[in-house]
């Protein structure tokens, strides 16, 4: 998809001549496939009915232990812990658990379409 730069700053994208990158809102640089996905996510949005999730990729042991806690604890916590499970394979997954590490990290959220016909709130 060709974009304008309007689009890229309405998506909250932004050049950086001095690295020759772009950049999202947070200043971590994204892919032009990342950017092209930020541009065109507020239209999917609306047109395929998604929901949406603003994320923030957990690396330091103190708020991963405290994630566990919470999540171990049985109340409601703001924690979400993740395995990509789609190989058997002893490392088959680490690939794709890295490209959804960097996707967390880049776009900093996670697009989910809702089921048809369920109300806005389901699973």
């Not at 395929?48 to 409601?76: F, H």
């Not at 960097?102 to 809702?114: N, W």
Request: hydrophobic share 40%; charged share 20%; proline share 4%.
């Amino acid at each position: 998809m060709a974009v304008g730069a309007g689009a890229l700053e309405s998506a909250g994208i932004s050049w950086d001549a001095d690295s020759g990158t772009l950049r999202n809102s947070k200043g971590v640089p994204v892919s032009f496939a990342q950017a092209d996905a930020l541009v065109a996510a507020p239209a999917a949005r609306k047109a395929i009915a998604v929901n949406t999730y603003t994320t923030a990729l957990l690396t330091a042991g103190e708020e991963m232990a405290r994630a566990r806690a919470e999540l171990t604890g049985g109340g409601p916590c703001d924690y979400v812990i993740l395995r990509v499970a789609e190989s058997s394979g002893k490392y088959g997954n680490v690939n794709r658990a890295g490209e959804l590490r960097q996707l967390v990290e880049g776009l900093a959220g996670i697009d989910r379409a809702r089921h048809i016909g369920a109300p806005d709130d389901s699973p």
